[in-house]
């Protein structure tokens, strides 16, 4: 009987696939255009009638710290990049669509920094301490339906400084919908979709799904997921009756049921596969909601003795921290830009990301699901203990339990996410508070997530003074720097498995050299400030030889990394500069030297270094610039694989064959500078296979327009990144060049933002005026919401102007 009737139910639902998408159970909105915004406080903007007709209209995401000028009297201080923060106030006036009559709205941010108050036509509707945290509120009851207009309220308050180590934004940061659902719908965040059993052959397929009765009628009600491969192939389907469960026909349930794929095809860091499920929610033979989740199949494993493994398979987490700003776009989400971030990160080798040290936006997700990046998702970077006087730690008592819940349900659907952080470097690992919190925080997760082990990044090595070690919770142990005691690590915690979760902080500017390389600086020694024996323009040697007191150069701890397989991996701080915390610098320093890649995302010269030891595309990087005073002894170096020496030529002289031996990360050669060409070859089983040449530049003679993109999608929200070099007559870049540099657009585009780099630089990111730094600048294009083509026309005094023209479509 139970089975004619699973039949029936099926054949019913397979006749409502089609009603399905009449019916649009579910209307998903976009809510970022048309704000009204205004800087300062106002008490009364959140009444219904108050007149917002002279605020400011723009778009979301906005960040309104990013607008403003740079100065040590902001209160934030340069460790948030000495940028403005306050008070601001949203207003958004709009209509509800027709189809929300009778039905659920639900208003959804992704994330407000920071303390955001919100109210719908004068109601209030609640408050979120948490700046990077997803939210959202049932604004049902105080909505009209009808042609009525509506006005949603949002008080934003990031006055209290300093609240964070590094740059925060301030503003609607995130991306804002508005759901329109029927009375009974799957809840937000409402499906869990895990895959405990897989197979070359099968993989089962579990689904968790929370459904929210708001109606209390009675009905036959039915659950069924549709799994879609990539190519949109239906590959499985499960269901479940939703009759005679707790909180069935009204409140809150939860229904767990399983399928399988056949010869699931497993998602990977090379090959990052999803698939889709499509859960349907079914009342007397009608569908009234359907939710899409998307997932992939892979399972991991961390082993005391042999590392990290991904399906099988052992893996090097090849990992870089990285902060949420966008560099010139400041803290406002833009997928575009983050999207340029994970492919230069992609491109170097780099197969993981921490999220340092916050919940990052849903989108960073999606694309790491995409591209193929492992992600250790973070949650806090202190508990009770403060390290600013305003910082989480004035919340955390309040809300901890509840924004961890929402970022472990929000992101536990991706397969890209691997390990939940509940912490960096807290201070509790010191007293014996971090007992009971440590066990609190660790249950929250375990009580929502099973399948991915829980760690917090510590500091202290001493077992005996560690009191989150001794919780004895965590299921895998990270370890910030200490890289010493890296090779000893089985002994010191036996039967503890390992991952390097901060490791580094080596300083750098980029295109910067200060000889000898084979010093290796520790900034700053014992006695010494950050400023002391620094250089007068705020600059850091881009050789890998300067590094924070606490860390190692780059090359001193991956040496280790890669001799021993039981150590998991790393992750580097950091992939990019970021805003604020500009160690080793004070003012007029407001951005990080710690990145890889700088702040506009023009690769150091450490990029290479990974890139050669971390991917098997074939590199040959050689540096310094030509450009020296004559007879000035230089360093040469050069990060070099898949060949057996290279051997490196001033004006056609060999100055001789280099090889590097184990562990070596590169080679060098020191030379008495002269004007010319300076050549490297790489040979591999003496046949040359790469050959890399840097020439003595002259004087600037043009500007050379590098955009990473010509085709914008007309969306408003689409970016090309455009490169300008400032090279000479023979189109070799100029190392020391600082031109000043105006931008004119005209067309379907504006101007986002430009920088060079630099991180003393105090020239405003949003004027479309910009000095190079070292011979390089960049513009970011922004495409409007038209299609139609962009002009772009750099002019630089003293040379010719430059074009280039780009597309909106």
């Known amino acids: 009987m139970k089975k004619l009737v699973f039949i029936i139910l099926l054949v019913l639902l397979q006749g409502s696939v089609s009603n399905a998408q009449q019916l649009s159970p579910r209307t998903i909105i976009d809510f970022n255009n048309d704000w009204k915004f205004f800087l300062g406080d106002t008490a009364i903007a959140k009444e219904p009638g108050y007149n917002d007709n002279s605020w400011r209209t723009l778009n979301l995401p906005h960040d309104w710290s990013i607008e403003g000028e740079f100065s040590e009297k902001h209160p934030g201080t340069p460790n948030q990049a000495a940028l403005p923060t306050g008070i601001g106030w949203y207003r958004k006036t709009f209509t509800l669509p027709a189809t929300a009559k009778d039905r659920n709205v639900f208003i959804e941010f992704d994330g407000v920094y920071r303390n955001s108050e919100v109210w719908i036509n004068g109601h209030y509707l609640g408050k979120r301490p948490n700046g990077y945290i997803s939210f959202s509120y049932d604004i049902t009851p105080w909505c009209d339906s009808g042609a009525a207009q509506q006005v949603i309220a949002v ?165 870089v921290c990285m902060h949420h700003d966008l560099g010139a776009l400041g803290a406002a989400v833009n997928v575009r830009a983050m999207e340029r971030q994970l492919q230069l990160l992609k491109e170097m080798g780099c197969n993981a990301i921490r999220t340092a040290h916050n919940p990052p936006a849903p989108e960073f997700l999606d694309l790491c699901d995409k591209m193929g990046f492992l992600v250790m998702d973070e949650a806090f970077d202190m508990w009770r203990k403060k390290k600013n006087k305003f910082d989480y730690n004035v919340d955390f008592e309040q809300w901890h339990k509840q924004d961890l819940e929402d970022q472990i349900r929000r992101d536990r659907n991706h397969p890209s996410v691997f390990i939940w952080s509940i912490g960096n470097e807290i201070r509790e690992q010191f007293d014996s508070t971090g007992i009971p919190i440590t066990k609190e925080l660790v249950n929250i997760v375990k009580q929502l997530d099973t399948t991915r082990p829980v760690t917090s990044a510590l500091t202290e090595t001493d077992t005996t003074k560690n009191f989150i070690y001794q919780a004895n919770a965590l299921d895998l142990m990270g370890m910030n720097y200490n890289q010493q005691l890296y090779p000893e690590f089985l002994q010191r915690y036996p039967g503890k498995k390992f991952l390097a979760t901060e490791t580094m902080s080596a300083l750098a500017s980029r295109g910067h050299y200060d000889m000898p390389s084979d010093s290796i600086r520790f900034w700053p020694l014992k006695g010494q400030k950050f400023v002391e024996k620094g250089n007068p323009d705020f600059t850091v040697s881009a050789y890998d030889h300067v590094a924070a007191y606490w860390g190692s150069t780059h090359e001193q701890t991956w040496k280790i990394i890669k001799q021993y397989e039981f150590l998991s991996g790393l992750f580097v701080w950091s992939g990019f500069d970021f805003l604020g915390e500009p160690v080793p610098y004070p003012w007029p320093a407001r951005s990080s030297y710690y ?42 170096w050069a990060y070099y694989n898949n060949a057996d020496e290279v051997e490196l030529f001033l004006n056609n002289r060999s100055l001789g064959v280099k090889r590097k031996q184990p562990l070596d990360i590169h080679v060098q050669w020191r030379v008495k500078y002269e004007p010319g060409t300076l050549k490297a070859l790489a040979r591999k089983n003496g046949q040359i296979v790469s050959v890399k040449m840097t020439n003595t530049a002259g004087e600037p003679a043009r500007l050379e327009l590098v955009p990473d993109r010509k085709i914008l999608h007309a969306d408003g929200k689409d970016l090309s990144f455009v490169t300008i070099r400032i090279v000479d007559k023979n189109g070799n870049l100029v190392p020391d060049a600082a031109n000043n540099l105006t931008v004119e657009i005209s067309g379907e585009g504006v101007l986002a933002g430009m920088d060079n780099g630099y991180p003393a630089s105090l020239e405003s990111f949003k004027v479309p005026s910009h000095k190079a730094y070292n011979g390089l600048c960049l513009a970011i294009i922004q495409s409007k919401q038209k299609a139609g083509p962009i002009r772009v026309t750099f002019h630089a005094p003293g040379l010719p102007s430059g074009t280039i023209l780009l597309q909106s479509q």
Not at 157 to 175: E, H, K, M
Not at 215 to 227: E, P, R
Not at 608 to 636: A, C, I, R
């Open 155 to 319: 008080k934003v308050d990031n006055s209290a400084q300093p609240s964070s180590r590094w740059y925060t934004g301030s503003g609607i940061y995130r991306n804002v919908r508005l759901v329109v659902a029927n009375k009974i719908a799957i809840d937000q965040w409402g499906t869990f979709i895990t895959t405990p059993n897989i197979s070359k052959h099968v993989a089962i397929v579990r689904v968790q799904a929370t459904i929210n009765n708001t109606n209390g009628n009675i009905g036959q009600g039915s659950l069924y997921t549709y799994i879609y491969d990539a190519a949109g192939t239906l590959v499985s389907k499960g269901y479940s009756s939703l009759n005679g469960a707790p909180g069935w026909p009204s409140g809150k349930s939860t229904y767990t049921y399983s399928t399988a794929i056949n010869a699931p095809k497993l998602w990977s860091v090379e090959t990052p596969y999803l698939y889709k499920a499509v859960t349907r929610v079914m009342v007397n033979g009608k569908v009234v909601d359907e939710y899409v989740t998307p997932f992939g199949i892979r399972y991991f494993n961390f082993d005391v003795q042999q590392g990290f493994s991904l399906n099988g398979k052992q893996l090097k987490i090849l990992g």
């Open 595 to 636: 990145g890889i890649i700088d702040l506009a995302g023009f690769p150091k010269d450490a990029y290479y270094m990974y890139q050669s030891e971390w991917s098997s595309k074939p590199v040959l990087h050689l540096f310094p610039h030509w450009n020296w005073t004559p007879g000035k002894e230089v360093d040469v």
